[in-house]
């Protein structure tokens, strides 16, 4: 892959075979972020499982003290009484039937969606519509609730899903490289923190093999996972 001179540039401040405390991962992430753009800064984990084994799946959410930088746009099926909590919440777009058959025209400009189990009988009508896109509500990533203004809060706020990937790593947005290095740290802590929390019972062995930050367009930076495991653990 051929890189970019700023990209070669960033990679001259990084040592290359350091392992970085969380604080200076993120320092030098902001430092090597060279876009014209406010990048995204990322974290890889990598862990110590085998994603095949149903037993030890790693999937969970998380809400960003920071925030993600992005604004959310937040769609809700819900009738009812609970149409106006939505409303007062936050919600971006709010209906039941009537907003099913939106979608069902071509209509998919929102971020999250969420539903009351009521909903979930005419909302599975259009999986095949909101499941490529990762837009279909899953009561594990607590989007099927009855609790509408909690859910479209901590959706706005900042909160992001997590799953393992085929190659059992798991990636998470930490914000903005604008939004500095302590609110970057805040972020990676309630992260990585709850990743941990989520270690599967019958994993055994190291269970966060490696961590990896970076921004959008930047080199990935490699962090001591001992110095990680401490510093979530605070």
Known sequence: MKRSKKYKESLKSIEKDKLYKPEEGLDLVIKTAKAKFDETV???????????KSDQQVRGTVVLPKGTGKKVRVAVFTQGEKVKEAEEAGADFVGGQELIEKIQKGFTDFDKAIATPDMMRFVSKIGKILGPRGLMPNPKSGTITLDLERAVREVK?????????????????????SFGKDSLLENFKASLSTVIRARPASVKGQYLKSVVVSSTLGPGIKMDVGEVVAFCGK
């Open 157 to 177: 706020a900042g909160r992001v899903e997590f799953k393992l990937d085929k190659q059992g790593i798991i990636h998470l947005p930490l914000g903005k490289v």
């Open 42 to 52: 990322e974290v890889a984990a990598r862990l110590g499982i085998d994603p095949k």
